[in-house]
């Protein structure tokens, strides 16, 4: 977990550089191109890949992130992760996709914490892609070969090609994805044989056909509350 903790510290100096130096490119990078709140004591997690702790920014700032609706941009804490990521069983036999991974700390977190085979994260937004690239970049080299961070629509052909490369386990930040981005997003689970088990910030518009939600969320801290997760696991074939 030392890794972790100096990522904490690499990463707020980034954020700290970019929000305060808005007109400086990003550097280029070798990159692969392809809230309902509970009466709960606000998260307190200091990792500072979370955005939710920077100060109020103008339009042109945000604009650093990139994405639609950046300004509500948020994450889960490493604490809701490990909590979901346990509820999942993910371990060293899965291969782990985020779905809008933001500045990849879930990614390398599944990676490190949780020692997955391989750790994949999609994100539409070039500034925040970069960010992730850059943690990749300082994270140990044991870590960093299992890590693949693509740019890229997580409703299009990109996402599909790792889908269908055995990945067992999803995570998909949906709280605000609309409906037909939601059923694109499904259309790609349902035909990718080996995803056991899809976590979602909210249940999945229309559902996943083969997959079962569990009547109990878990709910997990996140950046700007605690709020419930939902699961779904594949339904096991009857003989």
């Given amino acids: 977990m030392r890794f972790l903790k100096k990522l904490q510290v690499a990463s707020l100096t980034i954020l700290t550089i970019a929000t305060a130096t808005i007109t400086t490119s990003m550097p280029a ?7 309902q709140n509970k009466e709960k004591a606000a998260p307190t997690d200091p990792r500072p890949v979370n955005v939710y702790n920077m100060p109020e920014l ?3 700032e945000r604009s650093l992130f990139g994405g639609r ?29 985020d779905l809008g991974s933001g500045l990849g700390a879930v990614v390398l977190q599944a990676a490190e914490e949780f020692r997955v085979r391989r750790s994949c994260g999609v994100e539409l937004a070039p500034s925040r892609h970069r960010l992730a690239l850059a943690a990749r ?5 044991e870590v960093r070969e299992r890590v693949v961070l693509v740019e890229g629509d997580i409703g ?11 990945s067992t386990v999803l995570w998909l930040a949906n709280l605000l994805f609309d409906g037909p981005l939601e059923r694109r997003i499904a259309v790609l689970i349902e035909a990718s044989p080996a995803v056991r088990c899809v976590a979602a910030l909210r249940p999945i518009s229309g559902g996943l056909d083969g997959f079962e939600l569990d009547k109990a969320p878990v709910l997990c801290q996140m950046s700007w509350d605690w709020h419930d997760c939902a699961i779904y696991r594949r339904r096991e074939e009857s003989s």
């Fill in 29 to 35: 990078t070798d990159s692969l191109t392809i809230p």
């Fill in 58 to 60: 103008s339009s042109d």
């Fill in 69 to 97: 609706k950046e300004h509500v941009y948020g994450e889960i804490t490493t604490e809701g992760f490990r909590k979901l990521a346990q509820a999942c069983g993910l371990g060293p036999s899965d291969v782990f996709v």
């Fill in 137 to 141: 970049s300082a994270a140990p080299a």
């Fill in 156 to 166: 299009a052909s990109e996402t599909a090609g790792l889908l269908m490369e055995k």
